[in-house]
């Protein structure tokens, strides 16, 4: 395959054509991605997708629509269309395909993509990056508590906010894989501004409800829960698990955080977690995880260079998890299946001993 000549005679050979045609067309989009992405930001900047959700249009009426010049909207539109995000019609008008409309039902996917500029900033040299030679990245200043100091307000309120856009997402898949029958108390540790405890607030009408996350976290939490009028149901309570987490739950959610720590600090605020519980509590760890079948290169692709500029944490697989919550001393450990196992994983840990 290192042959060039080979590769030429693979091509045209009728039994290996079709096989190196696809992994030609997967090399090469592997060196374009970067502007596949760009593509997709511009389509969200523009709002083309919301746009073309009200009907199909012309080239020449979304030119004027998006105020890009006539000869270059082609450009944008053509290429949108070759993604899959829109498609074109018979007559020539472009109209919304699958892909574009699932964007306006998932607005953490745009939040994403904005900010994936903090991210391709800091991947500008990988190397450098993998050898730990990049000077302070832009993620690290992003995400100042993976840094280990002080999280005030005003730092607090950009990653608050991408928390609960991207937790939004996948906060129905994680209660649907979820025994709720016998919950008293759950309590969401790393919770940010809420997004989840909202979400299982809407399945546990009669719980108890309450948020554990940094304290200028947990303020923001209880600002945003006032305004949307559940400020009555749910408690957001201030700390640091490094000084342990409060105690009286039953259930204990973990979604998205224990990838965002690295081994110790993770293991630290699993037996943080078991130590809280009551005897039968259970905790409920949930995050896109290493190894997922069919989805290999988001967890060990995406999050595991994303987490390295990050400066905390790597992606674990499911087995790791598991070995993990069992030496932080829950009894039993199982994964429980989701819709959408690429965004989120499921593992329940009981802690059934005294």
């Not at 502007?35 to 969200?44: E, M, N, P, T």
């Not at 290999?296 to 674990?316: I, K, Q």
Request: charged share 20%; glycine share 10%.
């Amino acid at each position: 395959m290192a042959s060039s000549r080979f590769q030429r005679w693979a091509a045209g050979f009728p039994l290996t054509r079709r096989i190196a045609q696809r992994n030609a067309r997967t090399l090469f989009d592997l060196c374009a991605g970067f502007v596949y992405a760009q593509i997709l930001a511009a389509c969200l900047r523009l709002r083309l997708f919301e746009i073309l959700a009200e009907g199909p249009l012309s080239s020449e009426v979304l030119a004027r629509r998006l105020a890009l010049p006539p000869e270059r909207a082609p450009t944008l539109l053509r290429a949108a269309a070759s993604l899959g995000l829109i498609r074109t019609l018979r007559d020539g008008r472009y109209a919304l395909a699958d892909l574009g409309a699932a964007t306006l039902g998932n607005p953490g996917i745009a939040a994403m993509v904005e900010h994936h500029a903090l991210l391709y900033a800091d991947l500008a040299d990988p190397v450098a990056l993998l050898r730990g030679e990049a000077d302070h990245t832009h993620l690290a200043s992003y995400w100042p508590y993976a840094e280990g100091g002080p999280v005030e307000a005003g730092t607090a309120a950009p990653y608050g906010a991408l928390m609960g856009t991207s937790q939004a997402m996948i906060a129905q898949d994680i209660l649907d894989a979820c025994d709720l029958s016998k919950v008293r108390h759950w309590m969401d540790a790393g919770g940010g501004e809420g997004a989840f405890i909202q979400a299982v607030a809407g399945r546990l009408p009669t719980a108890r409800l309450s948020l554990f996350d940094l304290p200028a976290v947990a303020e923001r939490a209880r600002a945003r829960l006032d305004r949307i009028g559940l400020g009555g149901r749910i408690a957001c309570l201030g700390g640091s698990f490094h000084e342990g987490l409060p105690e009286d739950a039953d259930t204990i959610s973990l979604v998205r955080v224990v990838h965002d720590h690295d081994d110790a600090p993770a293991q630290a605020l699993l037996r943080a977690v078991h130590t809280a519980l009551p005897q039968g509590g259970r905790l409920v760890l949930a995050e896109p995880m290493a190894g997922t079948p069919g989805a290999e290169p988001v967890g060990d692709a995406y999050f595991g260079f994303y987490l390295m500029a990050m400066g905390s944490g790597r992606p674990r697989t499911a087995q790791e998890l598991t070995q993990m919550a069992r030496e932080a001393g829950f009894d039993t450990v199982r994964e429980r299946p989701t819709r959408r196992p690429l965004l989120a994983r499921v593992l329940i840990a009981h802690k059934t001993g005294s």
